[in-house]
């Protein structure tokens, strides 16, 4: 009867899983953080700025970052944003505070709602680690507590890192791994990007990616693979 109970609520779990979007799927934001440190569109402090975003499957979002603080090196922002799907419902929406350096280097905490599934929070970093006009490579790690609210469901963590590398600001790629000891699961993702066309105000890219998820639980498990287009529209 254990055993039974125990499989059915790892059975519910996984489900609700699925329901919250990928870590993946917040690079959202992380793409908008990594355009506010190009060199191109750096912008002056205390000025409110940030994208809208706009896939070609539908779905869509927005950033924005307030700077409220300064000291040699770093800029302290409040940021926030949503998801929204194809059908312009919100998947998901987010607010927080960041601290970027000079460097390349930043933290952030974050609490995102998910409709229909609960609230995470999440403590993010990225560092720089090599950058000159043609090269850029960059990684990144972050934990986040779940909290569904589901009541079957208790709160459970998911940690991840990856690297980013991007070519004269035109073509990029990344790797991505993230594990959640709850489920067992461990996500794998590759991406790719080349921007076609950008200038001060606009960009439009062309992405391509493989993902995949490892877990007892999924005795079926293969990449996936996803291509599209991404519209921004900065200010």
Do not use: C
């Amino acid at each position: 009867m254990y055993s039974a109970l125990l499989l059915t609520v790892v059975v519910v779990g996984a489900a609700a899983w699925e329901t919250v979007p990928s870590p993946e799927q917040y690079l959202d934001v992380g793409d908008f953080y990594q355009y506010l440190h190009e060199p191109n569109h750096h912008r002056q402090t205390r000025q409110l700025h940030g994208n809208t975003f706009f896939n070609s499957d539908g779905t869509s979002g927005f950033g924005l970052s307030a700077p409220f603080g300064t000291s040699q090196k770093n800029t302290f922002s409040a940021i926030g944003g949503a998801n929204f799907d194809a059908a312009s419902r919100l998947q998901s929406a987010s607010y927080g505070l960041a601290m970027n350096n000079a460097n390349g280097h930043g933290l952030s905490v974050t609490n995102t709602h998910i409709p229909n599934f609960g609230n995470q929070f999440k403590a993010a970093g990225y560092a720089n680690l090599f950058r000159n006009q043609n090269h850029d490579v960059s990684v990144n790690a972050y934990f986040a507590k779940n909290r569904p609210q589901l009541p079957q469901i208790p709160n459970y963590n998911t940690v991840g890192a990856g690297v980013d590398y991007m070519f004269k600001n035109k073509v990029g790629g990344s790797v991505g791994i993230a594990h959640t000891p709850y489920f067992d699961k461990t996500d794998y993702s590759l991406n790719g990007n080349v921007n076609l066309f950008r200038n001060k105000g606009s960009s439009l890219d062309f992405n391509a990616g493989l993902s995949k998820s490892v877990s007892p639980f999924m005795p079926k498990s293969s990449w996936q693979p996803s291509t599209g287009f991404t519209f921004r529209k900065f200010f």
